[in-house]
């Protein structure tokens, strides 16, 4: 059965960087797509990217384009977001959700396999 692993959250300063870790095991299929989510508190869950492991493919919401960047190393089934340029109105809980029918998506419906979610707080 599919499991993900989130890794990376913590404390940062406005203009700071985190790179964030999911570790997918568990699952055999070539079509996994691993989105991104956060929640911050009162505000309903938003995606802010996904990458699909066999194409590369990557999309992102338009609040962290240009400063979020999804990438994967399929020897280890972890994706990565690296997160750059960090605002107070980044800080949130961070999910990775993964689901294997092959398209990106940043609708939360779309996955059905979610991790445990890593805290991001940014502020001075």
């Known amino acids: 059965q599919l499991q993900l692993v989130e890794s990376g959250g913590g404390l940062v300063q406005p203009g700071g960087s985190l790179r964030l870790s999911c570790a997918a095991s568990g699952f055999s299929s070539d079509y996994l797509t691993i989105g991104w989510f956060r929640q911050a508190p009162g505000k309903e869950r938003e995606g802010v990217s996904c990458i699909n492991l066999k194409s590369d493919m990557t999309r992102y919401a338009d609040s962290v384009k240009g400063r979020f960047t999804a990438s994967r190393d399929n020897a280890k089934n972890t994706v990565y977001l690296q997160m750059n340029s960090l605002k107070p109105e980044d800080t949130a809980v961070y999910y990775c959700?993964?689901?294997?029918?092959?398209?990106?998506?940043?609708?939360?419906?779309?996955?059905?396999?979610w991790g445990q979610g890593t805290q991001v707080t940014v502020s001075s």
């Open positions: 959700a993964a689901h294997t029918r092959g398209f990106l998506s940043l609708v939360q419906n779309h996955y059905n396999r």
